[in-house]
């Protein structure tokens, strides 16, 4: 079934907004009821590894747990099914940014290449906000092999769960003020986005900007996220 509905994109309009933008939406990825369940699995702790609250590092308001391995089903196969529709985009990105890493074709492979580096902790998370909460502006890195595209599912409705707490993103361009985009988001619909460095094409060749990404804050209501990040952590 993921497979089935990976497919069902049109990849290469996809893939040609993230290599323009920086980012892209994969609407309806995931139905209400999965949506429901997933984020119903954030209050039991035999499904992470760690739990951290956002303030207590500097990190925003707020709140989330890292998944442990064995992954729930579901995410494991998004993790592994969207992988191989993102990799050639981010092994071209690498080349354009003057970057020797080339990445496989399977998640397989590429997660055995992280944790031969002594990456071995997972990193797919659930994210929880309440009133008040917000994630600063941040990138995922974990350690020296980065996976440079990342995927955030949100599992709230907009509106109904949750006011406020929209995703945004800057893009901090060499010699120019930065860019920022902010990501419309519905229950279910996913955003595909750039980790930390991505190359746009200029008068004279592709240039790097650096990105981050956060979430605004939450107004009224809770809000939960998935988060599929594709290299794990040290």
């Known amino acids: 079934m ?3 509905r990976i497919a069902a994109y049109d990849w290469p309009a996809l893939t040609s907004e993230l290599d323009n933008t920086g980012c892209a939406i994969l609407s309806g990825l995931l139905t209400p009821s999965e949506c429901r369940d997933t984020a119903a699995l954030y209050p039991e702790p035999g499904h992470f590894r760690s739990h951290v609250i956002m303030a207590r590092h500097g990190f925003g308001k707020g709140e989330y747990r890292y998944f442990d391995y064995p992954l ?3 995410l494991a196969g998004l993790r592994t099914t969207l992988y191989p529709r993102l990799a050639g985009l981010a092994s071209q990105w690498n080349e354009r940014m003057g970057v020797d890493e080339r990445f496989p074709e399977s998640h397989a492979s590429y997660l055995a290449r992280c944790h031969a580096a002594g990456q071995t902790r997972p990193t797919p998370l659930l994210l929880q906000y ?8 941040h990138q995922d890195l974990y350690g020296d092999l980065v996976f440079p595209i990342q995927v955030a599912i949100l599992l709230s409705e907009p509106g109904e769960d949750f006011t406020g707490g929209e995703f945004c993103m800057t893009e901090q361009r060499p010699r120019m003020q930065s860019r920022v985009e902010v990501v419309p988001l519905r229950q279910g619909d996913a955003v595909a986005f750039a980790v930390n460095n991505r190359p746009v094409r200029g008068t ?3 240039y790097r900007v650096k990105l981050r990404h956060g979430v605004s804050r939450v107004r009224s209501g809770l809000r939960h ?3 599929i990040i594709f290299h794990d952590a040290c």
Do not use: K, M
């Open 72 to 74: 729930p089903g579901l």
């Open 130 to 137: 309440g009133p008040g909460d917000f994630n600063c502006l």
């Open 2 to 4: 993921t497979e089935a």
């Open 225 to 227: 996220t998935a988060g």
């Open 204 to 206: 004279r060749g592709s």
